[in-house]
C-alpha cells in the first residue's frame, strides 16, 4: 500500500510540481513532495498537520526535540510551532517523498464527538509513528481523485473527513483529539500562539497571553513550554528572525531593516541571535542574495 502511494505522490509532484519539488493540490491542505537530493537546514513555522514519509528520511527539530522519519513513519504536528528541518536522504533514483495533511479542528472536534472518544492527556507538539495502513489507504484513495478533476469538488470533503477519522482512531488518536477540544491545554496555548503569530514584532507581556489562555502566568508558562518546547519568549524569538530571514532573501531588505521590521531594537542584538540560530550574521544572507538576484536579473 505505501509503495503504490508513494509512486502516485511522485507521478503527481513530476506533473505539478514546482522547481523545489512541492505541488500544492486542489484539494484543500493537502500537499505532496518529491526532493531529489538532501537539503540544507529549512527554518519554517508549521500549522497543526500529519506528514507521511514515503520515502527517504528527514529530521525535524522543534525546541528541545528532535526526531527521524523515514518511509512508512508518519509525523504529528499538534501546535504552530517554529521548527528546523532537513532532508537527510534522498537521491535522483530514491528521492524523498512524502505527503502532507493541514488538519481541521472543526472535523477532529466534529467525529470526537461521534465516536464518544475523550482527549488524550497533554504532551509535546511533535511526534512520530508508523503510519497505521487504513491512513495510507484513505491518502492513496484522496491521491487518487486527483486524476479526476470534476470529481474532487464533489467527493474531496468526504475522503479528507475520513483520514482525519482513521488518524483519530489509530496511534495518532489521543494527541489528535486534544486539537478537537476547546478546554485542553493544547488549544488554550493555541490561542497564545495565536497572538504571538500576529503580533510578533510587538512586545507582548506574558500576563496578556496568559489571560488569552485562561491560566495564570505560572501556569501558562509550565503548558507552554511543554506543548511547544520552547518559552514564550523563545517563541516570539524564533518567529521574529525566521520573518527576518523571509524578508531579506525573499524581499531584498537589508540586514538592518529587516531587524526593525520584525521588532528589534538593537541591530547588534539582532546579529548576535540571528547567527545562533542559522549559523551566519544576517548580512552575509543579505548579501548572498542580492549577489544572486543580480546574477539571474
Not at 510540481?17 to 505541488?23: E, H, N, Q
Not at 507582548?204 to 485562561?214: D, F, T, Y
Request: hydrophobic share 45%; charged share 20%.
Amino acid at each position: 500500500m505505501t509503495d503504490t502511494l508513494r509512486d502516485t505522490v511522485r507521478r503527481y509532484v513530476d506533473t505539478h510540481g514546482d522547481t523545489a519539488g512541492l505541488a500544492q493540490t486542489p484539494v484543500p491542505g493537502l500537499t505532496v513532495i518529491r526532493v531529489a537530493e538532501p537539503s540544507g537546514l529549512i527554518h519554517a513555522i508549521y500549522q497543526p498537520l500529519v506528514c507521511l514519509v514515503l520515502q527517504g528520511a528527514k529530521q525535524v527539530t522543534v525546541g528541545t526535540e528532535s526526531l527521524i522519519l523515514s518511509a512508512g513513519d508518519s509525523m504529528l504536528i499538534t501546535v504552530d510551532v517554529p521548527n528546523v528541518s532537513q532532508i537527510i536522504r534522498a537521491s535522483v533514483d530514491e528521492p524523498y517523498v512524502s505527503l502532507v495533511m493541514h488538519l481541521d479542528p472543526a472535523v477532529i472536534a466534529e467525529l470526537s464527538l461521534q465516536i464518544k472518544a475523550a482527549p488524550g492527556a497533554d504532551g509535546s507538539a511533535i511526534r512520530h509513528a508508523p503510519t497505521d495502513m487504513e491512513v495510507s489507504d484513505a491518502a492513496l484513495r484522496l491521491m487518487r481523485l486527483l486524476d479526476h478533476p470534476e470529481s474532487v469538488p464533489v467527493l474531496h470533503a468526504q475522503l479528507v473527513r475520513e483520514l482525519h477519522y482513521w488518524l483519530l482512531t489509530g496511534r495518532h488518536g489521543a494527541a489528535i483529539r486534544r486539537l478537537g477540544s476547546p478546554d485542553s491545554h493544547v488549544q488554550r496555548v493555541t490561542r497564545a500562539v495565536t497572538i504571538l503569530r500576529q503580533e510578533f514584532a510587538q512586545p507582548l507581556p506574558v500576563e496578556r497571553l496568559a489571560a488569552a489562555a485562561g491560566m495564570s502566568a505560572s501556569s501558562f508558562h509550565e503548558h507552554f513550554r511543554s506543548v511547544t518546547s520552547l518559552s514564550p519568549r523563545q517563541f516570539q524569538k524564533q518567529l521574529r528572525l525566521i520573518e527576518a530571514r523571509r524578508l531579506m532573501m525573499s524581499e531584498g531588505a537589508t540586514a538592518s531593516s529587516a531587524a526593525f521590521a520584525v521588532g528589534y531594537q538593537s541591530v547588534p542584538q539582532f546579529t548576535r541571535e540571528y547567527g545562533r540560530m542559522f549559523g551566519a550574521p544576517p548580512a552575509r544572507h543579505a548579501e548572498a542574495n542580492r549577489s544572486w538576484a543580480e546574477s539571474v536579473a
